[in-house]
């Protein structure tokens, strides 16, 4: 009979090197909105976006009015003609690693991002893949959210609408609004005051 011992076996420790610095809910916030190219071939992109959105506590407004908190409650997979209207990630965990599902929504007009503290820069940035589409943006109470973010937004050209405020994390909005002003030239640019929360 072949005794082991605990002591002889060494164990290996991978301690977290310089710069890697996700935590273990990252990594999670990662997987549940990381697009799946099969899951968006098979279901197409505005179902697989409302998935996204849904799976993340969002909410999500059809082209034919229809509005959609609850995941659940997703048509049959067959009905492939919905199309995406409207999304509001308000109180979500949605973040930059799901915008990618933006792409190849062809009739959504609108996003909603108010109080959301997975948005950050990277997630204003992957606004652009709903460049051609977007008309109307909210950004409001996201504290990872800054000046350099807030001007990525440049790129989108459609926009007629965009709403800021209660950003803690950027230091000169009304430059940010001065900058996206002049290169948005057919969007109106609001504040608190003069918008109504959706």
Same mark, same amino acid.
């Given at each position: ?14 301690? @977290? ?6 935590s273990f ?15 968006i071939?098979?279901?197409g ?18 082209a ?10 997703l ?8 199309k995406l209207l409207?999304?509001?990630g ?13 792409d ?6 609108? &996003? ?6 997975y948005?950050?820069?990277?997630? &204003? ?14 950004v409001?109470k ?5 000046? @350099? ?7 989108l ?10 950003? @803690? ?9 001065q ?20």
């Amino acid at each position: 009979m072949q005794r082991c011992c605990l002591g002889s076996l060494t164990r290996k420790v991978f301690l @977290p090197q310089k710069g890697q610095t996700r935590s273990f809910w990252e990594y999670v916030n990662m997987m549940f909105n990381k697009p799946d190219m099969n899951r968006i071939k098979t279901v197409g992109p505005d179902r697989a976006c409302a998935e996204w959105v849904l799976r993340n506590g969002g909410k999500v407004t059809w082209a034919d009015g229809k509005k959609l908190a609850d995941y659940n409650l997703l048509p049959p997979e067959e009905l492939k003609s919905l199309k995406l209207l409207e999304i509001d990630g308000s109180d979500s965990s949605i973040s930059h690693y799901g915008f990618s599902h933006l792409d190849g929504c062809t009739m959504l007009k609108k &996003i909603v991002l108010h109080n959301n503290k997975y948005i950050d820069d990277r997630a &204003i940035k992957g606004l652009e893949y709903g460049k051609d589409v977007l008309s109307h943006v909210q950004v409001s109470k996201c504290i990872n959210v800054t000046d @350099p973010g807030l001007k990525e937004m440049i790129v989108l050209k459609n926009l007629t609408t965009l709403i800021l405020f209660d950003l @803690p994390s950027v230091q000169n909005l009304a430059e940010c609004k001065q900058y996206l002003g002049s290169g948005l030239p057919k969007c109106e640019i609001k504040g608190e005051v003069e918008s109504v929360k959706v």
